[in-house]
């Protein structure tokens, strides 16, 4: 950028502002380096879909999403809510004990017996 300072040295106006001026130089030069260096694309059907947080796919997420959702259907309204509670609401036991006015223990049992039956219903998946 100097080097293009001394060479434009005649077209500065001492009446106008120097830094205005330098910035305006090294505006061109900047634009000047981006339009030699032009960008890479690649076409979209090259790229594979971003993964998700856990690194598979997040087509991969909804298809299993959709398998859990069908499996908790199956289970018990009781051992169903629990689960729900506790997974997705994001209560601990007590909470749920608490919110469904049943004993601690009923809770345990209920989530319990809802993921061993979960564990039964759905397909394990390849490693």
């Not at 061109?28 to 998700?52: E, Y």
């Not at 997705?88 to 007590?94: A, C, H, N, V």
Request: charged content about 25%; hydrophobic content about 40%; overall charge positive.
């Amino acid at each position: 950028m100097f080097a293009e300072v001394w060479r434009c040295r005649h077209r500065f106006d001492p009446g106008r502002s120097l830094p205005a001026w330098l910035i305006g130089i090294a505006h061109n030069r900047a634009v000047d380096h981006l339009r030699v260096h032009t960008l890479q694309t690649v076409p979209l059907d090259v790229v594979a879909d971003p993964a998700g947080v856990d690194g598979r796919n997040h087509g991969d997420g909804l298809a299993e999403r959709d398998e859990v959702q069908r499996a908790l259907a199956e289970l018990p309204a009781p051992q169903r809510q629990a689960i729900e509670l506790a997974y997705y609401g994001e209560l601990t036991q007590r909470e749920i004990a608490e919110k469904l006015r049943v004993p601690l223990g009923t809770v345990k049992a209920r989530t319990a017996r809802g993921l061993r039956r979960l564990s039964d219903i759905l397909t394990p998946v390849a490693a």
